[in-house]
């Protein structure tokens, strides 16, 4: 693997780097506040291509490979996740497996509209009942002619309330398990879908998270993606590249823990002198810097497998284990850089705190990425 990157690829992340600092980072504390990110960062999202990386031209997208991807998604996880996860899902987990599961009249439908930032998509997966146990499903779709009539609920669902579509997982026979599973492009204007903003949360806070409720919500058969009783390969499929857009976004946030540690510790002076003179200080900044290296690394390693075309769902896994437990570490010894002031939300480091732990508890906890990668390494299922 070349470490270098190519112009293209610095070109792209510079782009990043220059929005990020545009339009995110004089925002972040009032989103935060509020909230609630400004709805217009979508369509400029979109207006940039970052909406539309790895996705086919012809379909509206902008090409170019996973490390690029991976590049701008670090950007903007460094400068506010909630942006990130934006992103994350409407490309990474919607626009990407339409891409990949799609019918051709599927793609013409959403892909260019999810790529330019007209649409944003959700990942209809969690309910209020099922986690980890993602093959336990307990909405159901059921055919009834030309139709499908679904009835159940999702829980946590980013971009829920901003969606226009939901890539949904329903049940739609009486194998139970991950066997009678099936995943449908639901519009989110269908009747009987209703959608509430889930406020109060602990990080994340800019990011439109919902509760989605189905009542007898009728689609036409051919919203079905993929085959029937495939849903949980379709499912599984977009969250391992998931992870590795989920861990590009902790390295972020572990690279503006760096930053914002690094520029304190020289400002601010106790005892006479500035506090980067001390070694404990410089301990703390040393563990988060080999912190974001190692997560990088890890990071663009699932990039290069996926480009090449190779096996990478257990990389994903580590990747996302290491990236999301480093996040933590890291905006820990931020924290305590900062002392007291970071504790105050006028200063970046409490805000990393946050949004880094759900980090390792969404697409996959810590546990169940353990689970996968001991299951790979000894051939023995712990389930």
């Not at 009032?30 to 539309?52: P, T, Y």
């Not at 497996?97 to 013409?108: L, M, N, Y």
């Not at 990011?207 to 379709?234: I, N, W």
Request: hydrophobic share 40%; net charge negative.
């Amino acid at each position: 693997m070349n470490l270098e990157l190519s112009e293209e690829q610095d070109a792209v992340r510079q782009l990043a780097e220059d929005f990020v600092a545009r339009e995110i980072t004089p925002h972040v504390v009032e989103w935060d506040r509020a909230e609630s990110v400004d709805k217009a960062i979508v369509e400029k999202l979109g207006a940039l291509g970052f909406l539309g990386l790895t996705i086919p031209e012809e379909y509206g997208g902008s090409g170019g490979d996973h490390l690029a991807y991976c590049l701008v998604t670090e950007e903007l996880g460094r400068g506010d996740s909630s942006v990130r996860g934006i992103v994350s899902v409407s490309l990474g987990l919607v626009a990407k497996t339409i891409a990949s599961w799609g019918s051709e009249e599927q793609k013409r439908q959403w892909l260019p509209k999810l790529t330019s930032g007209e649409a944003v998509g959700c990942f209809g997966l969690t309910e209020p009942g099922t986690g980890s146990d993602a093959g336990n499903l307990g909405t159901k779709a059921v055919r009834d002619g030309d139709d499908y009539v679904i009835n159940g609920s999702k829980m946590f669902i980013t971009n829920g309330t901003w969606a226009d579509v939901v890539l949904l997982f329903a049940r739609t026979g009486d194998t139970p398990g991950h066997r009678g599973v099936s995943a449908f492009l639901v519009p989110a204007d269908a009747p009987g879908l209703t959608r509430r903003t889930i406020h109060g949360k602990l990080g994340l806070r800019g990011q439109a998270t919902a509760e989605l409720v189905l009542e007898d919500v009728r689609v036409p058969a051919s919203t079905l993606m993929g085959p029937e009783g495939k849903g949980f390969s379709v499912a599984m499929s977009a969250l391992a590249k998931g992870r590795m857009s989920v861990a590009a976004g902790c390295v972020g946030i572990a690279q503006a823990a760096l930053d914002a540690a690094v520029r304190y510790a020289g400002e601010r002076e106790q005892f006479g002198r500035s506090i980067a003179s001390y070694q404990l200080v410089q301990e703390l900044i040393s563990d988060i810097s080999v912190d974001v290296d190692a997560a990088r690394m890890l990071t663009w390693r699932v990039a290069d497998l996926v480009d090449r075309g190779q096996d990478f769902a257990t990389a994903a896994s580590t990747a996302k284990l290491f990236a999301s437990e480093a996040a933590v570490r890291a905006a820990n010894n931020a924290l305590q850089v900062f002392g007291g002031y970071g504790y105050i939300d006028e200063y970046p480091v409490g805000k990393l705190v946050r949004d880094a732990r759900v980090m390792t508890l969404y697409e996959g906890t810590s546990q169940i990425q353990k689970l996968i990668i001991g299951r790979a390494l000894t051939g023995v299922s712990a389930f």
